[in-house]
């Protein structure tokens, strides 16, 4: 059967860069169908209302105003462009970018009620078969964010909220992964991002392999599916220009002046705090493949 996975997490963990290459990886790798959405976006519709969403002028909207705009769009690219697309594609993969988890984080955090937002959420909580939520501390994110805005110019306004709600939006986050663990994946999104694509993908493959029409091909794919090929497949993008190396590297010295002026602690010693944050919520803590990293 077809799958449907969406990649889930605060802001700067990497969610956007992550839907390119796991869509490049199983194209080149698996030769299965891919679909591609982001939320809010994905139709027609879904633009019109990003556009307001994102746009500085409203960002003083009734929070309430606020879920409604987000699930208008939402039903749009489920019901008009991802769920006809599955039925077509019995052994496709949607990989969506955001969904009903963002509403329940961000949207809580705005000032809306929790209890309305559920209620609003329950008619897409069929999906996606699989959550893939990439976790930073709240720090880390920020400093993702202040580089990107140094490098790339503005974003969007909700990347200037307080650190505050930096962490209140991410523990709204980790209490849906506590609550939905048999649907999730927790991803440590300070691994490299080849890394972070080579772990979901061999999840997926997984999970894949125990259903039908896609158990056959799931298994012989994970016969060979190695760091090995993963690296082929990334200089393949890298020297086709679709995910460049320069893309993904990071700005070893700009990192640096980011979290000197935030007054943040060294990467090492905010991963420990992220894995801590784990134990305490019982959640599993994934094995560090760190000689594979770059």
């Not at 002028?57 to 208008?72: G, H, I, K, P, Y």
């Not at 505050?164 to 991410?170: D, F, S, W």
């Not at 649907?183 to 300070?190: R, Y």
């Not at 091909?217 to 890298?238: E, G, V």
């Amino acid at each position: 059967m077809a799958k449907s996975i969406v990649l889930e997490g605060p802001e700067g963990v990497g969610k956007t860069t992550q839907a390119s290459l796991l869509g490049y990886l199983l194209e080149e790798y698996a030769k299965l169908p891919i679909l591609r959405v982001r939320e809010p976006g994905g139709t027609p519709v879904g633009e019109a209302i990003r556009s307001v969403l994102f746009t500085s002028e409203f960002r003083n909207m009734d929070a309430t105003t606020n879920v409604l705009l987000f699930s208008a769009s939402r039903n749009e690219v489920l019901v008009n462009k991802v769920k006809p697309w599955l039925e077509e594609n019995p052994t496709g993969i949607s990989i969506g970018d955001r969904d009903w988890w963002s509403t329940i984080a961000l949207q809580a955090s705005d000032g809306a009620d929790p209890g309305y937002i559920e209620a609003t959420q329950k008619p897409f909580m069929w999906y996606p078969n699989r959550t893939y939520y990439l976790d930073l501390p709240a720090e880390e994110s920020i400093v993702r964010v202040r580089m990107a805005k140094i490098k790339e110019g503005v974003r969007n306004w909700r990347d200037d909220v307080p650190i505050e709600t930096y962490r209140e939006i991410r523990e709204n986050y980790l209490s849906l992964v506590k609550k939905w663990q048999d649907k999730v994946c927790l991803v440590d999104a300070f691994k490299d991002p080849w890394n972070v694509t080579f772990d979901i993908v061999r999840d997926l493959l997984l999970e894949m392999k125990t259903e039908e029409p896609t158990r056959e091909l799931a298994t012989d794919l994970l016969k060979n599916f190695n760091y090995s090929t993963l690296r082929k497949i990334a200089d393949k993008a890298n020297d086709e220009g679709r995910v460049p190396y320069s893309r993904l590297s990071r700005d070893a010295e700009l990192e640096r002046e980011v979290r000197i002026k935030e007054g943040f602690s060294e990467q090492g010693q905010l991963r420990e705090k992220m894995y801590k944050d784990w134990e305490n919520l019982g959640l599993v803590r994934p094995r560090i493949n760190t000689e594979h990293e770059r």
